[in-house]
């Protein structure tokens, strides 16, 4: 089991930046491959940004490449997406999540989810 709680959201205006943060606890950080995803109202959860457990490889989505950055440290538990260059689109509640293997963008195959955190981008 891992607990994942995410914090750094909120208003932003069009052409800033924000900074997210994923803390887990619980087994061992390093043995899990981690995501972040976003959802808006009335759309599904989509694949934003992955990282393997070495943070070797990073995958992004097409929308965000260009403008936004996950990393990790394994030593704090942490996960981070650095988001810059917002726009209005980029509005969503954003969420961590994590699995035992690979790095998928299916957000089904992550076992674990932290309870998201806000993130609202101004015109």
């Known amino acids: 089991q891992v607990q994942l709680v995410e914090s750094g959201g909120g208003l932003v205006q069009a052409g800033g930046s924000v900074k997210l943060s994923c803390v887990a606890s619980?087994?061992?950080?390093?043995?899990?491959?981690m995501g972040w995803f976003r959802q808006a109202p009335g759309t599904e959860r989509d694949f934003v940004a992955g990282?393997?457990?070495?943070?070797?490889?990073?995958y992004y989505a097409d929308s965000v490449k260009g403008r936004f950055t996950i990393s990790r440290e394994n030593a704090k538990n942490t996960v981070y997406l650095q988001m810059n260059s917002l726009k209005p689109e980029d509005t969503a509640v954003y969420y961590c999540?994590?699995?035992?293997?690979?790095?998928?963008?299916?957000?089904?195959?992550?076992?674990?989810w932290g309870q998201g955190t806000q993130v609202t981008v101004s015109s």
């Open positions: 999540a994590a699995r035992d293997s690979i790095v998928v963008t299916r957000a089904t195959r992550y076992s674990y």
């Open positions: 619980g087994r061992t950080f390093n043995t899990y491959t």
């Open positions: 990282i393997s457990r070495s943070a070797d490889s990073t």
